[in-house]
């Protein structure tokens, strides 16, 4: 019984800091782009995400950044609380790459892009470890038992392919991003992947969180349904 409740309190912080992960991001990183576009429009997927951490240009930057540092804490806590839940080989693939692209939001919010250097590097293992991760979750999906749900699926397909878009356009010399076209600037590749991939990886924490409150009131309901049995 101690066992059991250990594991739903391990199941209680995947939820609530997957959740938690993604609606700090999302009103750091939400709110930081509408400042910065001046309203709401179809232009605001013209500007790259670590723009927003400018402190020099961005009026926002520090709740942006503050977002990212809390953001990517939340996530490394529901990792940690996966490995020790799930104990098989490709959930702690997924617990331990999860916590490299949770440590990766830390230090871009510590190292925003006024840092170059330290940012470039930092930003260079998100979107590895990234692309890592939900080539996992790939596999974990057709694993016999899996918690990966249809939707997490999914949306690490949409992950899995703008990050790959990502790394054609990776420049090796400068660990960044080719350059946005001057003739089209309407039109930016790298940072229309890189909002698709952002708005993914925010929609992936959501369902896992959601995926596991779902197995919790599954496993509840069994028990109760074994005790008035006996």
Same mark, same amino acid.
């Given at each position: 019984?101690?066992?059991?409740?250990?594991?739903?309190?391990?199941?209680?912080?995947? =939820?609530?800091?997957?959740?938690?992960? @993604?609606?700090?991001?999302?009103?750091?990183?939400?709110?930081?782009?509408?400042?910065? !576009?001046?309203?709401?429009?179809?232009?605001?997927?013209?500007?790259?995400?670590?723009?927003?951490?400018?402190?020099?240009?961005? *009026? #926002? !930057?520090?709740?942006?950044?503050?977002?990212?540092?809390?953001?990517?804490?939340? #996530?490394?806590?529901?990792? =940690?609380?996966?490995?020790?839940?799930f104990?098989?080989?490709?959930?702690r693939?997924?617990?331990?790459?999860?916590? =490299?692209?949770?440590?990766?939001?830390?230090?871009?919010?510590?190292?925003?892009?006024?840092?170059?250097?330290?940012?470039?590097? @930092?930003?260079? +293992?998100?979107?590895?470890?990234?692309?890592?991760?939900?080539?996992?979750?790939?596999?974990d999906?057709?694993?016999?038992?899996?918690?990966?749900t249809?939707?997490?699926?999914?949306?690490?397909?949409? *992950?899995?392919?703008?990050?790959?878009? +990502?790394?054609?356009? #990776?420049?090796?010399?400068?660990?960044? #991003?080719?350059?946005?076209?001057?003739?089209?600037?309407?039109?930016?590749?790298?940072?229309? !992947?890189?909002?698709?991939?952002?708005?993914?990886?925010?929609?992936?924490?959501?369902?896992?969180?959601?995926?596991?409150?779902?197995?919790?009131?599954t496993?509840?309901?069994? =028990?109760?349904?074994? +005790?008035?049995?006996?």
């Amino acid at each position: 019984m101690t066992d059991r409740v250990r594991n739903y309190d391990l199941h209680l912080v995947i =939820v609530f800091m997957s959740l938690a992960a @993604a609606a700090i991001c999302s009103f750091g990183v939400g709110s930081a782009l509408i400042v910065q !576009a001046d309203g709401i429009s179809l232009d605001m997927l013209m500007i790259r995400p670590d723009t927003l951490g400018n402190y020099m240009h961005s *009026s #926002f !930057a520090i709740v942006f950044n503050l977002s990212l540092l809390a953001g990517g804490s939340c #996530f490394l806590l529901a990792m =940690v609380a996966v490995f020790n839940t799930f104990p098989d080989l490709l959930s702690r693939y997924i617990a331990i790459i999860g916590g =490299v692209v949770g440590v990766s939001i830390v230090l871009m919010g510590v190292f925003p892009i006024n840092f170059l250097d330290l940012h470039r590097k @930092a930003s260079t +293992l998100y979107l590895f470890s990234t692309i890592f991760l939900h080539c996992i979750c790939l596999l974990d999906y057709f694993k016999p038992g899996s918690t990966m749900t249809k939707r997490m699926l999914s949306l690490s397909i949409i *992950s899995l392919c703008s990050g790959l878009l +990502l790394l054609t356009l #990776f420049d090796w010399s400068q660990l960044d #991003f080719t350059e946005c076209s001057t003739d089209l600037p309407q039109y930016c590749i790298v940072s229309s !992947a890189m909002w698709t991939l952002t708005q993914a990886n925010i929609l992936w924490c959501i369902c896992l969180g959601l995926s596991l409150l779902t197995t919790i009131k599954t496993q509840q309901h069994s =028990v109760y349904q074994f +005790l008035e049995t006996r």
